[in-house]
């Protein structure tokens, strides 16, 4: 009997670590795999050992193996707690690291389940939600049993950065920094996206010559030209703009939540807070700011306007480090928007011929250009919401406990054919017909709604712009969309994307 339960036990294990999740994360630690490996070995060596010498250890080893496999099975039950008022749904291991590679698990498990229902994300029970208005309400309505969740980068700006800010700290530094955001500081942007943009897409056009190109690599600095401009007030050709986007480059380095920070982070961090206090005490100083302003920092632009709104910027270590996490997190978001943005051109040069159709009216292109930007992200960028729930909370007739998090899923609620006809085609004229105000929230909404969102369309609306009409793009070749081996990882286009991009004439 012991045996065969062993033999259970170990079945049950060897499926969840041959998922390809569990596969991928211990080939990406091969010295913790090996460690924990080498562990294992050991503790089962010792379990056998004693289990051959004492029957009384065997059969209460194997009664313990029982108990947690019976535990986990139930568990694992789409109507685990149904009693105790949890939502539908599994929170088994397998079934988890089966999602994280499966674009389609949630939409599907919603049309299954309903618009609430559980899972997990490997250990942390999570409550989905596919409704935007059942998902907004509970965030409004209950925000003071909600809290937001940890990230790295946190530990590198006292009080932590904006978004994952909770209460009073969050109101009063969103009140310092919202007011910046203006969709004049976006629009100052475009000239200096456009040039680096026309650079990168030429770089891009060389390198695809000998049969395409994949875009990765050539995305980030369009971003971050946006970014610099409209959020920091430094164009490109200013002094201090290519030590600013370097350092932004290199604090890109992914961080782990529980080790320590790399020196090189923390140092491009600190390196960009000096850099930015000191602009912002300049600003601060100054009356007058013009556009072409080469010392120092172009007007209108998030920094000018907050600096000479609060002339002690410079010396709010909370705000100015936060002002660098915007620019680097804001600039890993629109990457990932322009990555979508190059592939739908290439994929449908239909699309991109609509835009050259309009391209002697500046205003009409742009218009369509931003259309085309917005189906991007209805399509490809939309994220998720998460809270952590500090207290239970209620929601739809379920009971969400404390210590779980909640998932607004963005993506499932922008693919609702009720609300979008046809949800899988990529057809930018439904965003020229309709703004779709009411269902469409890439960009979050309420008191945490995203202050980035100005910027990021308008790096993704002149980049799609110069791109149409410079270019023919063309998928040379393709494969399945993936993402990081996290629940949270956004999907991108497949490693074997590669692109042509033929300049057009004049
Ligand atoms: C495609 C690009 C982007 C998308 C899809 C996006 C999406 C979002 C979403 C959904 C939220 C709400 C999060 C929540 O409620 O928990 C958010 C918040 C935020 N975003 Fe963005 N974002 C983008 C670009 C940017 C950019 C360019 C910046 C900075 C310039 C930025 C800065 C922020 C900040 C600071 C917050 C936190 C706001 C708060 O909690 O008060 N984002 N973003």
């Known amino acids: 009997m012991e045996g065969a339960i062993l033999a259970l036990a170990a079945v049950v294990s060897a499926r969840v670590l041959l998922t390809p999740a569990a596969r991928r994360e211990l080939g990406s630690r091969p010295m913790l795999a090996m460690l924990s490996a080498v562990l294992a070995l050991v503790a089962l060596g010792g379990a056998a050992w004693v289990a051959s010498q004492v029957p009384l250890a065997r059969r209460a080893m194997g009664g313990g ?106 109101a009063r530094l969103r009140g310092l920094l919202a007011p910046g955001f203006t969709p004049e500081a976006a629009e100052a942007a475009d000239s200096a996206i456009a040039e680096v943009a026309r650079a990168q897409l030429a770089e891009m056009a060389d390198a695809a010559s000998d049969g395409g190109v994949h875009p990765e690599e050539y995305l980030l600095p369009i971003a971050h030209a946006g970014l610099i401009r409209a959020v920091l007030g430094v164009s490109p050709g200013h002094p201090e703009y290519e030590a600013l986007r370097e350092r932004f480059t290199e ?7 529980f080790l320590p920070i790399p020196r090189a982070s923390r140092e491009a961090f600190d390196g960009l807070a000096r850099t930015v206090s000191r602009l912002a005490a300049a600003a601060a100083r100054r009356e007058d ?64 011929e609509r835009l050259r159709q309009v391209a002697a009216d ?43 998090l909640v998932r607004l899923c963005l993506a499932e609620a922008h693919a609702r054919p009720e609300v979008f006809s046809d949800p899988q085609r990529f057809d930018p004229g439904r965003f020229e017909r309709s703004d779709h105000a009411e269902s469409f929230c890439p960009f ?6 995203c202050p980035g969102r100005d910027v990021a369309l308008e790096v993704a609306k002149v980049t799609a712009r110069e791109a149409a009409v410079g270019y023919d793009l063309r998928t040379v070749s393709d494969g399945p969309a993936w993402r990081i081996n996290r629940h949270w990882g956004l999907w991108r286009p497949s490693l074997r994307l590669m692109v042509s991009l033929n300049r057009r004439p004049g």
């Open 289 to 352: 700011r013009h556009d072409d302003e080469s010392e120092g920092i172009a007007s209108p632009s998030v920094l000018a306007r907050v600096a000479s709104d609060n002339p002690d910027l410079a010396d709010d270590a909370s705000a100015i480090g936060t002002l660098v996490l915007m620019v680097k997190e804001g600039g890993i978001m629109t990457r990932g928007m322009l990555r979508w943005v190059i592939k739908m051109l290439a994929d449908h040069p239909e699309q991109a």
């Open 444 to 449: 979050g909404a309420g008191s945490r709604v």
């Open 362 to 404: 500046p205003s009409e292109l742009d218009g369509r250009a931003e259309a085309f930007a917005l189906e991007a992200i209805r399509r490809f960028e939309s994220p998720y919401l998460y809270r952590r729930v500090a207290e239970d909370v209620e929601v739809g007739g379920f009971r969400i406990p404390r210590g779980w």
């Open 251 to 257: 604090l890109n380095r992914p961080l782990d939540l």
């Open 65 to 170: 193996v029982a108990v947690i496999l019976a535990a986990s099975f139930v568990r694992a039950r789409p109507g685990f707690g149904a009693r105790r008022g949890l939502p539908p749904g599994s929170l088994g291991l397998r079934e988890s690291l089966e999602a994280i590679d499966d674009a389609e698990y949630y939409s599907r498990t919603s049309d299954r389940l309903g618009p609430i229902f559980k899972m997990s994300q490997i250990h942390q029970p999570v409550a989905c939600i596919t409704d935007l208005e059942t998902g907004f309400t509970l965030f409004r309505e209950q925000e003071h049993r909600l809290r937001q969740s940890d990230w790295a980068f946190n530990r590198l700006v006292p009080g932590g950065y904006l978004e994952y800010m909770d209460g009073e700290p969050h």
